[in-house]
């Protein structure tokens, strides 16, 4: 390989927009997944992902999801992870069309560190629910085939020491939500369980056992969302966001919280 074959492009080397999905798109487009043809006409069939949490506490705000992927009446998987942490400071949950979903979540993780390193300061949260909401709208015309991405994100605000929750639709709307939110086709049952069970005193542990009670009622009347599954031990994922930074909540940890919630739901049967 000679030393110009070697080099880098030119443009990858110039100063541009502090926007890494901008540059890729300009770049190299077919790796954006909006970009990618779909035939028109034809929606495909599949995996998507359900169900997604978030809701704030004393200390901050945290985001959950079940691990169940389905297509059609079909499980397609039974592990999948649907929460991520987006920075040191946020997480998102996915729910649509799961392959998507995760695609554009990496691209977003990346948009992220570049601007960051483009511009010597970190992005306001707000600004990075923005910059989410500006790919979930680039992903629009995937959404009318069928392969819409729903995603849920949350972040601990630096400016005002507090967590914040932002849910989107198809078309890119970004709105702030207020205590707790759902997205997903068990949604409207995991709501009505926080509706009962949240206050805005939670702790740390009390707010991760809620979002568990509320997965497992939605497990409870959505065939697409997946409850604990205790013979495979495969749990929920849980990220907590507050002034230590963002996290995930070890297995062992949503292991305990599940049994307890399961012993309970016992203990209210036999009643």
Same mark, same amino acid.
């Given at each position: 390989?000679?030393?110009?074959?070697?080099?880098?492009?030119?443009?990858?080397?110039?100063?541009?927009?502090? +926007?890494?999905?901008?540059?890729?798109?300009?770049?190299?487009?077919?790796?954006?997944? +909006?970009?990618?043809?779909?035939?028109?006409?034809?929606?495909?069939?599949?995996?998507?992902?359900?169900?997604?949490?978030?809701?704030?506490?004393?200390?901050?705000?945290?985001?959950?999801?079940?691990?169940?992927?389905?297509?059609?009446?079909?499980?397609?998987?039974?592990?999948?992870?649907?929460?991520?942490?987006?920075?040191?400071?946020?997480?998102?949950?996915?729910?649509?069309?799961?392959?998507?979903?995760?695609?554009?979540?990496?691209?977003?993780?990346?948009?992220?560190?570049?601007?960051?390193?483009?511009?010597?300061?970190?992005?306001?949260?707000?600004?990075?629910?923005?910059?989410?909401? +500006?790919?979930?709208?680039?992903?629009?015309?995937?959404?009318?085939?069928?392969?819409?991405?729903?995603?849920?994100?949350?972040?601990?605000?630096?400016?005002?020491?507090?967590?914040?929750?932002?849910?989107?639709?198809?078309?890119?709307?970004?709105?702030?939500?207020?205590?707790?939110?759902?997205?997903?086709?068990? +949604?409207?049952?995991?709501?009505?369980?926080?509706?009962?069970?949240?206050?805005?005193?939670?702790?740390?542990?009390?707010?991760?056992?809620?979002?568990?009670?509320?997965?497992?009622?939605?497990?409870?009347?959505?065939?697409?969302?997946?409850?604990?599954?205790?013979?495979?031990?495969?749990?929920?994922?849980?990220?907590?966001?507050?002034?230590?930074?963002?996290?995930?909540?070890?297995?062992?940890?949503?292991?305990?919280?599940?049994?307890?919630?399961?012993?309970?739901?016992?203990?209210?049967?036999?009643?």
């Amino acid at each position: 390989m000679s030393d110009d074959e070697a080099r880098l492009p030119a443009s990858y080397l110039r100063p541009g927009s502090s +926007s890494f999905n901008d540059f890729l798109r300009a770049e190299r487009p077919e790796l954006v997944p +909006s970009a990618r043809p779909v035939p028109v006409g034809e929606r495909l069939e599949a995996p998507h992902g359900t169900t997604i949490v978030a809701l704030q506490y004393a200390g901050g705000v945290l985001v959950a999801g079940d691990r169940r992927a389905t297509m059609g009446n079909l499980i397609a998987s039974h592990s999948i992870q649907k929460v991520f942490l987006a920075d040191d400071w946020s997480a998102v949950g996915i729910a649509g069309t799961a392959g998507v979903a995760i695609e554009l979540v990496r691209l977003f993780q990346v948009e992220l560190e570049h601007y960051e390193k483009i511009e010597g300061a970190m992005l306001s949260l707000r600004g990075k629910a923005n910059r989410l909401a +500006s790919m979930i709208r680039g992903n629009l015309g995937m959404a009318l085939q069928g392969l819409a991405v729903v995603p849920l994100f949350a972040g601990y605000d630096l400016d005002d020491a507090t967590g914040r929750i932002y849910s989107y639709d198809v078309t890119g709307g970004c709105y702030e939500e207020r205590d707790y939110h759902a997205v997903g086709s068990g +949604s409207l049952f995991a709501r009505g369980a926080l509706k009962k069970l949240w206050r805005p005193e939670l702790t740390t542990a009390e707010a991760v056992r809620t979002v568990l009670e509320a997965l497992y009622d939605a497990a409870d009347d959505d065939s697409a969302t997946g409850g604990p599954d205790l013979g495979r031990r495969i749990w929920p994922t849980v990220a907590l966001l507050d002034g230590e930074g963002a996290r995930m909540v070890p297995d062992a940890e949503i292991e305990d919280l599940v049994e307890q919630v399961v012993a309970g739901r016992r203990e209210a049967a036999r009643r």
